[in-house]
């Protein structure tokens, strides 16, 4: 009875606060990032064109589409468990990975044929580009890589959410971790919903 | 039944439910044992750190001292830095006494989130092994100096890359502190105890807590961009490659200045705390010393540019840098004055917290106003990379920061072991050590101002006197430091048994016994006067 | 209890319809960056990037039916700090 306040399911209140801090953080990691990029755009503006042709729009926005409809579903996700659905919330804690995986899948090929082309850092051919475009690919690959690596993260929280649905340990009246990985995976949706069109669609 | 509520009420630091030695504390999730975890790896890097700056005075005792080559030299400056910065001084107050004195300062028995506290305390952990790694392995340890600059971070052969992967880390750490702070005295204050009845060291830590949140972030992907770019060679801050190095300096100190705010925020907020305690009196403008904080923390955001006057950013940025640079001096002038007006017509009690807090004004003024000189920036050209930098600095981080954590331990010493300390060694500590601070770097400020560039492992010989004055001074600091230490440790469990409120103070962790059990409060405290309110309390001594 | 936090919880028709709205505006976005607009271009796609994020902050993340005075102001105050950031760099980046 003494003691162990703390042991149980984590406070409603506080989870939340706690992880809106915590998105906080991240919106300002990936703020660094934007600003190194608004800056070498506006010094660069006619090489960041050029070098946005060589990437593939069609996958971005096949992403884009990917990631708005794992969001969705993650959003549905908590909504089946608040109702008290817990087998419903796991189907589209599903779909939300299947659907990591997707975007996963298409950025990995997209990776891969810019391997193909030199295009990628310290690459002989990358090198013998204007500055601009040798900076353009060195974002592209760190902000991307990051928010992979974000992607990544968010799959396993929901693996780990699963496995807590499985066991009981989450359940109406205790969504704590599936609605802190749910915001957390429509934050990774947020920024990728800038990085797109920075990246993508520079017209 | 009885057996149970004695122990259950049993001094934190006892064995407890059948875990005992070593094992009970690295996996204890209570505030006020993770508040000494960290006060204990904090101690060690503090001592290390202070034994190199020694021996960096034993090289500048003369022009012809060959103690160490140049290269040395570099690294020695750079990782006292490191340990100083990223290891004692940001972590310190907020990891020590965050954890320790906040839940029993707004009367609650733990931090918002204790499992993501310890954690903190393993990434602290985890960074600090990183960078002892860093120093041995792969080319050596960094002698770019604390702050990393490009290009030369990029070229050096050393080991940079792990260095500045441990500062991530370290920062992931400050950051989660930060989280738990915020979310603690949002969530977590006990009935009646509303944002204006918190204790102002609530207040200057909840004020940090933030900059730790918003700042930190940049930092840690400026690092990480150093480690992306030395492994894949990105070229965002490599000029052969069109990246611009100032963007570097830009992100490293709009991170690297408010953690300056992040070390001496909370250190002030402790200040607020002892001045009424120990002139018996009321704070003088509550709200203005809370205000101030905030204050302090977002305009102290707006400032990094003043690192930077020559380094060829436009004219434009040094002028509003410069103009932000002083206006961030009005509410810490603010603060200094609410604490004089403090002590006036006071009953004032010299106890050894007391004289540190008051050295920590008197140190702090000298530190902020020679501050006033760099930020000028006519004065900076002449000024920038001397001894001048570095005796501001040291006024502001060691008189602040140092002698604000000493007036913190000292404080609550008697709630943190049960015991006293002899106040005879500490007064004589703080003698000694005020001395030889002063001895120390005030002829820095003298060389600086006659050109004595930084981080040079020799010079001139019109500098020897006050070289040889200055590095006089660093011994007797540190034998002052070793007595303050020594004085601590010896009787952390030999000294006489302290009581619940050696001090009479009015907030909440005073009514708890010395020491505390590990459940602070069986029934959550009602509060319903405010932290400095002494009526009714001098009868009960 | 948790309803005191979430009186007015929306359900599958607000869900699908803040995703409509999500795939159309990347259609917007798409297809504004195949006309010539110039230097407006940057402005248009980071509008309707913007109006997207705050969709999903509003709706999916709950933001508009959020309670709690400190979650409510936590995306100013980052917009605001990262806003402050990146404007006074550019004091030095426009004048250099």
Known sequence: MSGHTHAGPIDRDRGCIGMWLFICTEILLFGGLFLLYSVYRYKNPADFHAASQDLSRFSGTLNTIVLITSSLSAALAVHELREGRA??????????????????????????????????????????LPPGQILFFGLYFTMTGLHAIHVIVGMGIFGYGLRALSRGKIDAEHPVLV????????????????????????? | MGDTVHEARAPYFAPQGGRRGILSWLTSTNHKRIGILYLSLIGVFFSTAVVLGVLMRVQLQSPSMRLMDARTYNIMFTLHGIIQIFLVVIPGIPTIFGNFALPMLVGANDMAFPRLNLFSWYLFLFGAVLAAVAVFTNGGAPDTGWTFYVPFSLKTSVNVPLATFAVFILGMSSILTGINIVTTVHQLRAPGMTFFKMPLSVWGLYATAWVQILATPIVGITMLLIVVERLFGIGVFDPTKGGDPLLYQHLFWIYSHPAVYIMILPAMGIISDLFPVFSRKNIFGYKMIAFSSLAIASVGSLVWGHHMYVSGQSDTADIIFSLLTFLVAVPSAIKVFNWIATMYKGSIKLEPPFLFALTFVFLFSIGGLTGLFLGALSANVQLHDTYFVVAHFHYIIFGGFGFGIFAALHYWYPKMTGRMYSKTAAVVGWLVTFVGFNVFYFPMF????????????????????LQLLSSVGSYVLAAGVAIILVNLLYNAKRGAKAPDNPWGGATLEWTLPSPPPLENWEEPPTVTKGPYDYSGMEEKR | ?????????????????????????????????????????????????????????????????EKRLLVKILMPIVVVTLAVFIGLTYTDILYR
Do not use: C
Request: glycine share 6%; hydrophobic share 55%; net charge positive.
């Open chain 1, 179 to 203: 609605e802190n990985a749910t915001l957390f995976w429509h934050l990774v949706d947020v920024i990728w919903i800038f990085l797109f069109p920075l990246f993508y669609l520079i017209s």
């Open chain 1, 87 to 128: 087998a419903r919330s796991k189907l589209f804690i599903w779909a939300t990975i299947l659907l990591a995986l997707t975007f996963l899948t298409v950025k990995g090929f997209e990776w891969a044929a810019k391997f193909e082309h030199g295009l990628y850092p310290n690459a002989a051919h990358l090198l013998s």
């Open chain 3, 1 to 65: 209890m948790s309803d005191t936090k979430i009186e007015r919880k929306p359900g599958y028709r607000t869900y699908f319809a803040v995703y409509a709205a999500l795939v159309g505006l990347t259609a917007v976005t798409v297809t504004s960056a195949s006309l010539d607009i110039g230097r407006l271009a940057i402005a248009v796609v980071l509008a309707i990037a913007g109006t997207k994020s705050v969709l999903v902050l509003l709706y999916f993340m709950h933001l508009r039916y």
């Open chain 2, 446 to 465: 003298i060389m600086g101002w006659q050109g004595m560039p930084r981080r040079y492992y020799s010079y001139l010989p019109k500098f020897n006197e």
